[in-house]
């Protein structure tokens, strides 16, 4: 199952890879995006791991699709909310906020063959540290589906709350790696008794391309 898992992320990876790139290129030529208002648009996977009370380790390797969408540019961005303190101290915000919505399917590798499904909904702030390397941080909601029953956990459909930082690495001005570290918690918001929830830390890496 783990090497089936494995194989599928890897062709993911490639079909992504090679759409992404070609839209890459398309953008140069006649300035077309696939989101036409989207600043970025990734795929990110990597590993995670938890613990459950009476199942033991819970791993997971998660296939998200990213799109971030450019806050700064309707005023709303971090360097938008600090400029009148940043003016008064003669500072000049640097960096840019967007929204990720981030789609996921992830394969259960333990303690059974499971998946977990849904969306995050994420705010991140990435700040130049150089010209190609902006650490950044990010953190927010989600919904998600979970094929695993656990005792502690009355329902499956539950609600994700997570919190991270990372850096992308530009390898081009529109092209970037980044890795990731990400702490989530699934429960189900206390709708439903007993709901002990899900926390898993997370080790990301992906690509992404930046209009």
């Known amino acids: 199952m783990r090497k089936n898992i494995f194989l599928v992320f890897i062709y ?10 070609a839209n890459s290129s398309d953008n140069k030529q006649d300035d077309k995006w ?3 208002y989207a600043k970025e648009i990734g795929i990110v996977s990597g590993y995670g791991h938890g613990n459950l009370k009476q199942k033991g380790s819970y791993k997971v390797i998660p296939v998200i699709v990213r799109l971030g969408f450019n806050l700064d540019s309707i005023g709303l961005g971090f360097g938008d909310l600090i400029r009148p303190l940043a003016k008064k101290l003669n500072m000049n915000p640097k960096g840019f906020t967007e929204f990720l919505l981030e789609p996921f399917i992830n394969g259960v590798t333990e303690p059974k063959s499971n ?7 994420l705010l991140k702030y990435s700040y130049p540290l150089t010209e190609r390397i902006y650490p950044y941080v990010l953190g927010g909601l989600g919904a998600g589906y979970n094929s ?15 919190a ?3 850096f992308s690495y530009f390898i081009k001005k529109d092209m970037a790696l980044s890795l990731e570290y990400r702490f989530r918690h699934f429960s189900n918001a206390n709708t439903r008794q007993p709901n002990n929830g899900i926390n898993t830390n997370m080790f990301l890496v992906g690509i992404s391309f930046f209009k």
């Open 12 to 21: 993911i990876f490639l079909l992504a890879y090679s759409a992404f790139a």
């Open 115 to 121: 998946i977990e499904t849904g969306c995050n909904f």
């Open 164 to 166: 991270g930082f990372g």
């Open 148 to 162: 695993q029953h656990v005792r502690t956990q009355s329902t499956q459909w539950g609600f994700i709350s997570q």
């Open 34 to 36: 696939i989101f036409p």
